[in-house]
């Protein structure tokens, strides 16, 4: 089992930006899906980003495109979400989590497609 620890979250004034790391231990990944998702209290859990780890291919919710960027640092075995012109919308705890081998390219993922996940970090954007 792959143990996931995000970091880099906070407090920024909308327009702002903020990266998020989700660094992995336990073993090293080959061809999982890591994905991100967020959650507030007035909503479920949701898909925000997902990139391939072998191909660095990504994958983002419309509400985010052209906005956030997911990279992903091999030697590190780390995965980022840098996100720019935050809104307050966007105000969540934020998850990453990684599937057990290779998910579907459809484009567009459920936290049931995830078998590990990281703690979460809080991200809060102002008006």
């Known amino acids: 089992q792959v143990q996931l620890v995000e970091t880099g979250g906070g407090w920024v004034q909308a327009g702002g930006s903020l990266r998020l790391s989700c660094a992995a231990s336990?073993?090293?990944?080959?061809?999982?899906?890591i994905g991100w998702f967020r959650q507030t209290p007035a909503r479920e859990r949701e898909f925000v980003a997902a990139?391939?780890?072998?191909?660095?291919?990504?994958h983002y919710v419309d509400a985010v495109k052209g906005r956030f960027t997911s990279s992903r640092d091999l030697a590190k075995n780390t995965v980022y979400l840098q996100m720019n012109r935050l809104k307050p919308d966007d105000t969540a705890v934020y998850y990453c989590?990684?599937?057990?081998?290779?998910?579907?390219?459809?484009?567009?993922?459920?936290?049931?497609?995830?078998?590990?996940w990281g703690q979460g970090t809080q991200v809060t954007v102002s008006t």
């Open positions: 989590a990684a599937s057990l081998g290779p998910l579907h390219s459809s484009g567009f993922y459920y936290a049931e497609d995830f078998s590990s």
């Open positions: 990139i391939r780890w072998n191909t660095g291919n990504t």
């Open positions: 336990g073993r090293a990944f080959s061809d999982e899906m």
